[in-house]
């Protein structure tokens, strides 16, 4: 996984944290409801490797999380909550299945849930935050390209260029 930190311009003011290579979990593009979250959330979390990884997002003050590691008792988990707002600045999310590169919109957005990812590149947009004396850093979804791993169907109808290849 590579982190870097994008300098602010006109576009970005408060500049980007860019994520190649790296791997998502609790993933909830759709914001389907559930014990984790409310109706019409949509969020993820990206893993952070380690503790170089982790200390150099505090140091920008990213949010990140951390938990006891369930294989082993002396590590940790370390993960980047993610945001995903439609109502601001909607995010730039693609597809990428055998080698073809699909855009997907607010509405399709919620197959990511579904989908066997390989890995993510990334760009996230900070949020500071003031409430009542408290303050924080939090993640959004600027853009995004999922790599995501095809079954032997779907290699075998992606090269089909024939719209229906139903017999009746």
């Not at 993960?79 to 909607?90: D, E, G, H």
């Not at 995501?148 to 290699?155: I, K, L, N, W």
Request: net charge negative; with cysteine.
């Amino acid at each position: 996984m590579n982190i870097t930190f994008i300098a602010p311009s006109a576009q970005h003011p408060k500049g980007l944290l860019s994520i190649d290579e790296a791997r998502i979990v609790f993933r909830n593009f759709s914001g389907v409801e559930n014990r984790y979250n409310a109706k019409g959330n949509r969020n993820f979390s990206v893993v952070i490797e380690n503790e170089e990884q982790e200390m150099a997002l505090r140091e920008e003050h990213w949010n990140v999380k951390t938990k006891p590691s369930r294989s082993d008792p002396d590590d940790v988990f370390r993960y980047l909550p993610v945001k995903i707002n439609y109502n601001y600045r909607a995010p730039h999310v693609y597809l990428n299945k055998n080698g073809k590169r699909q855009p997907l919109s607010q509405e399709d957005i919620g197959l990511i849930d579904t989908e066997d990812i390989i890995y993510v590149n990334l760009d996230l947009r900070p949020s500071d935050w003031n409430v009542n004396g408290k303050t924080g850093r939090a993640a959004y979804l600027d853009g995004i390209e999922v790599f995501c791993s095809s079954s032997r169907f779907d290699r075998e109808y992606a090269n089909n260029d024939e719209e229906d290849q139903r017999p009746f």
